[in-house]
């Protein structure tokens, strides 16, 4: 199975100010069909996951311009440019290239 | 929008099959694929696996001998079945939209017990 690597597996993040996580999987996501499979989750306190980001870069309807996301082959990472109360809880990443899909083992985040 | 709700027992004893059930409303069933997710207590997600309206399904290889899947277009409906539960099978399931979800429902908590 594909191993998801993330780090850090927790961010104290002062309202305003950005924050970055880092997710590493064990094999290049790059699909057969030239596309990358690679996702973001976040799990808000007491909620069900929201995807935030599909196929590395493309947020999902309704998410907020300050979430992006970058990078290729096994290198990837979530950006929020200005933390929010409301971007607190779990993120998770997710790779759909190979299967089974699996999951990052999530990066809590706080606020300070 | 498309809203997915998950129903069933709560409580399931080892050795017997949990079973459950989402409803989606707001859309219909009849296109995208439907998965399965599960989240142990305190833990991090699982993908159990997803069924196509057509009723074509992939599983997860762990579980794929113990997990059946299923589609009722006419209720806008899809199914679990997890045989020969143990302890390790307690968690929160979420049924989704998508073979990589976009639209997730609320989960249901599902805790093997005697």
């Known amino acids: 199975d594909i191993v998801m690597t993330q780090t850090p597996l927790s961010l104290s993040v002062t309202p305003g100010q950005a924050a970055s996580i880092s997710c590493k999987s064990s094999?290049?996501?790059?699909?057969?069909?030239?596309?990358?499979?690679l996702y973001w989750y976040l799990q808000k306190p007491g909620q069900s996951p929201q995807l935030l980001i599909y196929?590395?870069?493309n947020r999902f309807s309704g998410v907020p311009d300050r979430f992006s996301g970058s990078g290729s082959g096994t290198d990837f990472t979530l950006k929020i440019s200005r933390v929010e109360a409301e971007d607190v809880g779990v993120y998770y990443c997710?790779?759909?290239?190979?299967?089974?899909?699996?999951f990052g083992q999530g990066t809590k985040v706080d606020i300070k | 929008q498309v809203q997915l709700q998950e129903s069933g027992p709560g409580l399931v004893k080892p050795s017997e099959t949990l079973s459950l059930t989402c409803t989606v409303s707001?859309?219909?069933?009849?296109?995208?694929?439907w998965s399965w997710i599960r989240q142990p207590p305190g833990k991090g997600l699982e993908w159990i696996g997803y069924?196509?309206?057509?009723?074509?399904?992939y599983y997860n290889p762990y579980l794929k001998s113990r997990v059946t899947m299923t589609i009722d277009a006419s209720k806008n409906q899809f199914s679990l079945k997890l045989n020969s539960v143990t302890a390790a099978d307690t968690a929160v399931y979420y049924c989704?939209?998508?073979?990589?979800?976009?639209?997730w429902g609320q989960g249901i908590l599902v805790t093997v017990s005697s």
């Open positions: 997710m790779q759909a290239t190979h299967s089974p899909r699996t």
């Open positions: 989704a939209r998508g073979a990589s979800p976009g639209y």
């Open positions: 707001g859309g219909s069933i009849s296109t995208y694929y």
């Open positions: 069924i196509h309206y057509s009723g074509s399904t």
């Open positions: 094999q290049s996501l790059l699909h057969s069909d030239g596309k990358t499979y």
């Open positions: 196929e590395v870069s």
